[in-house]
């Protein structure tokens, strides 16, 4: 998994929600974070501006940072 993806969610949850980039880790649980779909959908949104690409509608509701980020991951750029 890419670190480029994990620090980028890390960055916009604290920026967003305050919390502790330490917490945001790929096993975290969403809902202990208290992400919700509409703040998921949101995440989705930031990460689409900031690299400029568009990710398509969730089909699966994610349960951890690492399973969100595997639906992003596809579509940040590499480098």
Known sequence: MSNIALETMQTLLQERLGIDRDKVTL?????????????????????????????????EKPKTIGE????????????
């Open 27 to 59: 096993g975290a649980s969403l809902e202990d974070l208290g992400i919700d779909s509409l703040m998921q959908i949101e995440l989705l949104f930031d990460f689409e501006d900031k690299y400029k690409v568009k990710i398509p509608d969730l089909t």
């Open 68 to 79: 969100l980020i595997a639906i992003i991951e596809p579509f940040v750029p590499k480098s």
